[in-house]
C-alpha cells in the first residue's frame, strides 16, 4: 500500500508540473507578437502531426523488423533443433542395432570361457556387422560395448571391459538405469586403449548415449555407447562460427534433474567446458544461463533483454530426451542500430524543413502584416498624441486594408463630433445668454403686469385682475422650462389658467371639470401637451349656436398605462376626417402632414412628443360622434412624479 501510495503521488507531481508548463508556456506566448504566435502555431500544425506519425510509423518499422528477425531466427532454431533431433534418433538407432544381435549379446553374457575358434568365428562373421554398422552412419564417431564378463576378450575399437569407462560421478548411475537411455556430454580421447592414450594426448568432446545391457534375469552385463563429436551433434552450438553472424547459440540446461537422467542436470560449466568455440555474442556464460532460468517459460518462446547499453533477443526450444533448451541469443544493435539512424536522420531531415519553412513563413506573414504594423503605429500616434487629423496608407484590398479603411472612416466620424460637440457647445453658451436675456425680459414683463393688476383691483375692476393674474401664471410657466416632463397637477392648473383667459373672450361659456383623483395629479406628463389639445377643442369643437361648452378631464388606469381623456360636448368630427387626421399622426415626416387640415398640426406634435418621449405605442387616439362630442386620449406611462428637497421633479414608475 505505501508504494502505491508513492507512486500515485509521484504522478499527481508530474501532471501538476506539466500542467504548470503548460500554463506558463501559454503566458508567456500571450505576451508575444501576432507574427511570434503565428509562426508558434504553424510549427505547433506540421510539427506535432509529422513528429507523431514518423514515431508511430517508426514504431510499426521497429515491430516489423523484431517480427521479420524473430521469424529468421526461428527458422535457425528451428532447423538446428531437427539436426539434433536427427542425430539423437541416429544414436538411439544404432545403440539399439548393436545390441539387437543375439550372437553379440552371447558373446557379452556368456559366462564361460570362449574358445579360439569360437573367437575366431565370431571376429570374421558377426564383428564385421558392428563395423558395418559404424561406417554406414558417417556422424557417428564410436561404437563401444562395454562389458563385465570378465570371459569376453576387449576387440578393438568396440568392444571393452567397463574398467576402461571414465571414473565419472555419472558412471555409476547409467549403470543402474535398468535399460533407459542416458545421456552425457563428456570429453575424452579418442581412443580407450592404453597404449594409445598414452601415445596421443588429443581429447574430443563428445555427446554420447549410454545404456545398460541386461543378461537373463536382468543382471547387469555391461553398457553401450554411441557417441558423436559435438561439432556434429550441434554445428551451430559447437561448430566453428561464421564472421558475419550476429547470433549465438547455447544449449542450456532444463533445471529438471527428475526429467532428464534422474540423477544430475546439465549444469552451465559443462557446457563451458565442452563448448570451446570463441563468443560471437559478448555476453559471459553464467550470465547466459542466468538470464535463460529468469525469462524461461514452457518449451519454447522468445524474449529481449539488455547487457552492456545493447539489445538483445533470446529465442529457445526445448530438446525432448536430453532435459535442455536450444538458446539462440541474437545482437540486435545492428538492425535497430541502422532503423534508429534511419529515424534520427527521418526527424532531423523533418526539423530542417520545418525549420526553413518557418523561415520563409516568417518573411512572408512580416510582408502580409506590414500594412497591420503601420495601421498599429497609427492607432498609437493617434492615442499619444490625439492627432485625429492622421492619414492612413490604405493599400491592397485585404482585411487588414479594409480594418485601416474602417479606422481612417471612424477618425473622420471622431472628428466631424468633435466639430459638431464645438459647435453645440457654442450654441448652448449662446442659448445660455438668451436666457438670461429673456429672464431679464420676462421680469420686466411680470413688473409691468403686477403694476396694471394692481391698477385693476384699484379700478374695481375685478374680471381684469383675475385675468391678469392667470396671463402672468401662464407667462411664468411657460418660460420656467426645467424639464421635459411635469406633474399633471402642474399642467391642470396651466390649463385652467387658459380656460379663465378664454372665458374673458367668451363671456364664460366654456366649462372645464376635472375629474381626477389627488393619485393621478402626480401623473407624469409631457410639459405644455394638454393645452393644444384643449385650445383645438374650443377652437374646432365649439360652435357659436351651442351655449355653454364643456370640456371633461379624466382618467382610466390599464396595467401599466394611463389613458387621459380629454372629451368636449361640440359639433363633433366625420368619420372620413377622423380616419384623415388618424392616419396625419401616424406619418414620421412633418413636411408631408396635410398642414391644412383643421386641427392637424397641433394633435400631430403632441403625438410626436410622446411617441419620441416614451416610445411606441404611446401617444394620442381621437374618438367623435358627430353632433355630440370629440374625445381626445391621451396614452401615457404609468409613471408619477416625486418632489424631492430640492423641489425637481423625479418619475416613478408605478407599472
Not at 131 to 159: D, F, G, K
Not at 176 to 191: A, C, D, F, N
Not at 602 to 613: A, F, I, T
Request: glycine share 6%; with cysteine.
Amino acid at each position: 500500500m505505501p508504494g502505491r501510495v508513492r507512486s500515485q503521488m509521484m504522478k499527481s507531481l508530474l501532471r501538476r508540473r506539466i500542467w504548470r508548463w503548460l500554463t506558463d508556456t501559454a503566458d508567456r506566448l500571450g505576451g508575444c507578437s501576432l507574427q511570434v504566435k503565428l509562426i508558434v502555431a504553424y510549427i505547433g500544425v506540421i510539427l506535432i502531426p509529422v513528429v507523431l506519425f514518423s514515431l508511430y510509423t517508426f514504431h510499426q518499422l521497429y515491430e516489423n523488423t523484431m517480427q521479420d528477425i524473430t521469424v529468421q531466427n526461428q527458422y535457425v532454431l528451428d532447423t538446428e533443433l531437427a539436426h539434433i533431433h536427427g542425430n539423437m534418433e541416429i544414436m538411439e538407432r544404432t545403440a539399439q542395432l548393436a545390441i539387437s544381435d543375439r550372437n553379440v549379446l552371447r558373446y557379452l553374457t556368456e559366462e564361460r570361457a570362449i574358445s579360439s575358434d569360437e573367437l575366431v568365428q565370431f571376429n570374421l562373421n558377426v564383428f564385421p556387422n558392428l563395423q558395418h554398422l559404424l561406417y554406414s552412419n558417417p556422424n557417428v564417431e564410436n561404437i563401444r560395448l562395454y562389458t563385465s564378463n570378465p570371459h569376453a576378450h576387449e576387440i578393438w575399437p568396440m568392444i571393452f571391459n567397463e574398467s576402461r569407462l571414465p571414473k565419472a560421478s555419472w558412471l555409476k548411475t547409467a549403470q543402474l538405469r535398468q535399460g533407459k537411455i542416458w545421456w552425457e556430454m563428456y570429453k575424452g580421447p579418442k581412443s580407450l586403449l592404453q597404449g594409445q592414450a598414452r601415445q596421443e594426448s588429443e581429447t574430443v568432446e563428445y555427446m554420447a548415449l549410454l545404456r545398460e545391457i541386461q543378461a537373463t534375469g536382468g543382471r547387469h552385463a555391461g553398457l553401450v555407447e554411441t557417441n558423436m563429436k559435438l561439432e556434429l551433434f550441434s554445428p551451430r552450438v559447437f561448430g566453428v562460427p561464421q564472421r558475419d553472424r550476429a547470433w549465438q547459440m547455447f544449449i542450456l540446461d532444463g533445471g529438471d534433474s527428475n526429467s532428464r537422467n534422474g540423477d544430475k542436470p546439465m549444469s552451465s560449466t559443462d557446457i563451458a567446458t565442452a563448448s570451446s568455440q570463441p563468443d560471437t555474442i559478448p555476453i559471459p556464460l553464467s550470465k547466459v544461463h542466468h538470464l535463460f532460468q529468469s525469462r524461461v517459460q514452457g518449451q519454447g518462446g522468445a524474449f529481449d533483454f539488455t547487457y552492456g547499453n545493447k539489445p538483445y533477443l533470446g529465442l529457445y526450444r526445448y530438446i525432448e530426451g536430453v532435459n535442455a533448451y536450444l538458446l539462440n541469443v541474437v545482437a540486435l544493435d545492428g538492425p535497430l542500430g541502422d532503423l534508429r539512424q534511419k529515424r534520427n536522420a527521418m526527424l532531423l531531415i523533418i526539423c530542417m524543413l520545418i525549420l526553413f519553412m518557418s523561415v520563409i513563413s516568417y518573411t512572408l506573414h512580416t510582408i502580409i502584416l506590414k500594412q497591420l504594423h503601420t495601421l498599429r503605429e497609427s492607432m498609437k500616434k493617434v492615442q499619444q498624441e490625439g492627432d485625429f487629423q492622421l492619414r492612413i496608407p490604405v493599400y491592397g484590398r485585404g482585411e487588414v486594408a479594409e480594418l485601416a479603411l474602417y479606422f481612417h472612416s471612424l477618425l473622420s466620424r471622431i472628428n466631424g463630433l468633435i466639430a459638431e460637440a464645438v459647435h453645440k457647445q457654442a450654441a448652448a453658451q449662446e442659448a445660455e445668454l438668451q436666457a438670461l436675456k429673456h429672464q431679464i425680459d420676462s421680469h420686466f414683463l411680470y413688473n409691468t403686469l403686477e403694476n396694471l393688476k394692481m391698477m385693476a383691483e384699484m379700478e374695481r375692476q375685478y374680471p381684469l385682475s383675475d385675468a391678469l393674474t392667470s396671463l402672468g401664471s401662464m407667462m411664468r410657466y411657460n418660460l420656467q422650462w426645467s424639464g421635459p416632463c411635469v406633474a399633471l397637477r402642474d399642467e391642470i392648473r396651466h390649463i385652467q389658467h387658459y380656460v379663465a383667459i378664454m372665458n374673458i373672450r367668451h363671456d364664460n361659456q366654456i366649462g372645464l371639470e376635472i375629474h381626477l383623483s389627488s393619485t393621478f395629479m402626480e401623473l407624469e406628463m409631457l410639459k405644455m401637451s394638454l393645452q393644444p389639445v384643449v385650445e383645438n377643442a374650443i377652437k374646432h369643437g365649439w360652435s357659436a349656436l351651442q351655449s355653454p361648452f364643456s370640456i371633461t378631464i379624466e382618467a382610466c388606469p390599464k396595467q401599466d398605462i394611463v389613458e387621459l381623456c380629454i372629451q368636449d360636448n361640440g359639433v363633433g368630427i366625420s368619420e372620413e376626417r377622423r380616419h384623415a387626421i388618424m392616419a396625419g399622426l401616424a406619418q414620421k415626416d412633418m413636411d408631408s402632414h396635410e398642414t391644412g387640415m383643421n386641427g392637424g398640426i397641433g394633435l400631430y406634435n403632441v403625438h410626436r412628443r410622446l411617441s419620441m418621449q416614451y416610445g411606441v405605442g404611446y401617444g394620442i387616439r381621437l374618438d367623435s360622434t358627430p353632433g355630440q362630442s370629440t374625445t381626445v386620449t391621451l396614452i401615457l406611462p404609468r409613471r408619477h412624479m416625486m418632489r424631492g428637497a430640492d423641489n425637481d421633479d423625479q418619475a416613478v414608475d408605478c407599472g
